[in-house]
C-alpha cells in the first residue's frame, strides 16, 4: 500500500547476505542501511567545515611565519649560518618557492591528508641547493629489508624510489608499521561528516526560506491526482517565497504537515558549536583560535593562548627540528636548525618592549642584541652587557664589589641605617669610572672627621651647609680633566 492509497511493488531482501561479511562492526549493512554518513568525506568536503578551515589555515600559517635560522656549534656559544642552508631554510627553498611557502605548503597537507613530505637536492659535493615538496599522494613508504624508502610516482607514470636520509618526512601520526601515516580527517571521519552535514542542513533550510519538509493530506482520489497536487503545491510554495509573500491558500480540505524536525529541535545552532569544539580536539586548539569566545574570558584566553605555544606549537616545532637536523646534517652535526618561537610576540609591541627590557638589565642580552631582534643597528658602546642598579657595564665592578652592592648601599645612606666614609666614595669612584676625588671634595670629608653624616640625621642647618660645601666642588671652565663632575 502507497502513502497515497496506490500500490508499488517492492523488492524484498534477505537478511542473510553472503557478499557482506558478518561482524557487529558490519550489522547496520546487513540491515539494508548502509554507511552513507561518512563515505562523502574527502579533504576538500571536510575544507568546508569553517571550523576546520580555520584550524588549517591558522597552524599553517603560524608555523610557517616563525623564523627558522640555522647555527653552527662553537666555543662560546652558536655561530648563526646565513650561507648556504642558512639561506636555504631562511630565505627560499627553491627557485620557484619561499621558505614560507614551502612549510605552510608542507603543514597543510599534514593537517589535512597526515603527511608532508619533501625531496633535499644536493650537488657533487653534497651540499643542500634544492628542497623540493612533493605529493604525498604519488608517494608509497615501504621497507626494503631493513631500510625505509620512498617511491615517487610521476606524471608520466615511472616510478623515482629515494632513501631516507634524502627525504624530509613529517607524519601527523604514524600507525603501528612506523609506516603508514593517519590522517586527522579521515581518523575522525565520523565527526567531520556531522559537522558537514550540519553546515548542509543549514544551507537547504535557509534556501527554502525556513520552510520544513512537509506532507500534502486530503481527499485525493489517486496517486496521479495526489503527485500532481503535490507538485502544484512545490510551484506554488516556491514562488511565494521568490515574491517574498508568507500566505499560501489551500483548498477545503487539504492540509500541510511538518515532517522531520526543525532547526530548533535538532538544536542547530548547539550542533555546529560542539563541532567547533570537536575540531578543536582533533588539533589540540584552544577553541578561541577558531573564533569561537562562547566561553572566553580576559584571562582564560591568555592562559589558552600560553596553551598554544606549549602544548601544540612547541610540540611541531620540536619535530620538525628534530627531522630536518636528522636530513639536513645527519647525526653528531655541528650545524642545527631553530625555530624562534619568540617572534610569536612581534604583534604584541608592549609584550615585547618589556621582555626585551628585562632580558638588557638583568645582563640576558647586550642592548644590540635586542635591536638586533627588530632589526636595528648596532650602536656604538652597545656590546656590554648590563644589570640593574644604575644600569652600568656588567664587567666593570673590581674587588669583589658590584652594581647590586652599591644600590644597596645607597639605600642604607639614604634610610640613615649606614655611616658613609670616605673609603666608600674612592672604591665607588674606581668601580663607576668616575674621575679621582677632588681637593675640594677631600677637604670636605676631613671637615667632618673622615665620616658624613646622613642627610636624613643631620639638622636644616648642617645640611644646608654641606650643600653649600658641594657646591663649591664644581668644577669651573678650564679645570683639568680629573676634576669631580
Not at 523488492?11 to 554507511?35: Q, V
Not at 576538500?44 to 627558522?68: E, H
Not at 517565497?241 to 529541535?265: E, Q, V
Not at 665607588?428 to 676631613?446: H, N
Amino acid at each position: 500500500m502507497g502513502l497515497f492509497g496506490f500500490t508499488k511493488k517492492q523488492k524484498r531482501s534477505s537478511f542473510n547476505r553472503d557478499n557482506i561479511p558478518a561482524s557487529a562492526s558490519n550489522f547496520l549493512e546487513r540491515m539494508g542501511w548502509s554507511d552513507g554518513l561518512t563515505t562523502g568525506v574527502t579533504v576538500d568536503s571536510a575544507l568546508g567545515v569553517p571550523a576546520i578551515w580555520a584550524a588549517v589555515q591558522f597552524l599553517s600559517g603560524t608555523i610557517a611565519g616563525l623564523p627558522l635560522r640555522v647555527f653552527e656549534k662553537a666555543e662560546g656559544g652558536a655561530i648563526k649560518v646565513t650561507g648556504g642552508i642558512g639561506a636555504v631554510l631562511g630565505g627560499a627553498v627553491s627557485d620557484e618557492m619561499t621558505s614560507f611557502d614551502w612549510r605552510k605548503y608542507g603543514f597543510e597537507q599534514v593537517f589535512t591528508g597526515g603527511r608532508f613530505i619533501s625531496y633535499i637536492e644536493r650537488n657533487r659535493r653534497g651540499e643542500i641547493v634544492n628542497i623540493f615538496p612533493i605529493n604525498p599522494a604519488a608517494v608509497i613508504v615501504k621497507r626494503i629489508g631493513s631500510r625505509k624508502v620512498y617511491e615517487v610516482k610521476q606524471a608520466d607514470r615511472t616510478k623515482i624510489t629515494y632513501a631516507a636520509k634524502e627525504v624530509i618526512d613529517i607524519p601527523f601520526m604514524l600507525r603501528s608499521d612506523g609506516i603508514k601515516h593517519r590522517s586527522p580527517i579521515f581518523t575522525h571521519k565520523r565527526a567531520v561528516s556531522q559537522a558537514i552535514e550540519a553546515a548542509k542542513y543549514g544551507a537547504k533550510a535557509f534556501a527554502n526560506g525556513g520552510v520544513p519538509p512537509l506532507v500534502a493530506t486530503g481527499p485525493f482520489v489517486s496517486g496521479v491526482g495526489a503527485q500532481r497536487a503535490s507538485d502544484d503545491i512545490a510551484k506554488a510554495m516556491h514562488e511565494a517565497n521568490t515574491d517574498g509573500r508568507n500566505i499560501l491558500t489551500m483548498p477545503t480540505g487539504h492540509d500541510l504537515k511538518a515532517i522531520g524536525f526543525s532547526a530548533k529541535d535538532i538544536q542547530m545552532i548547539e550542533s555546529q558549536r560542539f563541532s567547533i569544539e570537536e575540531v578543536a580536539r582533533i588539533y589540540s586548539l584552544p577553541p578561541i583560535f577558531l573564533q569561537d569566545l562562547t566561553n572566553g574570558t580576559f584571562s582564560n584566553s591568555e592562559q589558552q593562548d600560553l596553551h598554544l605555544v606549549k602544548h601544540t606549537i612547541r610540540r611541531w616545532v620540536e619535530q620538525t627540528e628534530q627531522e630536518l637536523n636528522l636530513k639536513l646534517f645527519g647525526r653528531d652535526a655541528d650545524f642545527y636548525v631553530k625555530f624562534n618561537v619568540d617572534a610569536l610576540l612581534r604583534g604584541d609591541f608592549a609584550s615585547r618592549m618589556d621582555g626585551m627590557g628585562k632580558a638588557i638589565q638583568n645582563g640576558l642580552l647586550t642592548p644590540n642584541e635586542g635591536r638586533a631582534l627588530d632589526e636595528r643597528p648596532a650602536l656604538d658602546g652597545g656590546n656590554n652587557l648590563m644589570i640593574q642598579g644604575a644600569t652600568v657595564p656588567l664587567n666593570a665592578g673590581k674587588d669583589g664589589v658590584s652594581a647590586v652592592d652599591i644600590e644597596d648601599y645607597g639605600r642604607s645612606v639614604r634610610a640613615g641605617t649606614v655611616t658613609p666614609q670616605i673609603e666608600d666614595e674612592q672604591a665607588i669612584r674606581v668601580l663607576m669610572g668616575l674621575p679621582e676625588m677632588s681637593d675640594a671634595a677631600r677637604e670636605l670629608w676631613e671637615a667632618q672627621g673622615l665620616v658624613r653624616q646622613p642627610i636624613t640625621l643631620q639638622s636644616g642647618e648642617e645640611a644646608e651647609a654641606l650643600a653649600d660645601n658641594a657646591d663649591d666642588e664644581t668644577p669651573t671652565e678650564g679645570e683639568n680633566d680629573n676634576d669631580e663632575t
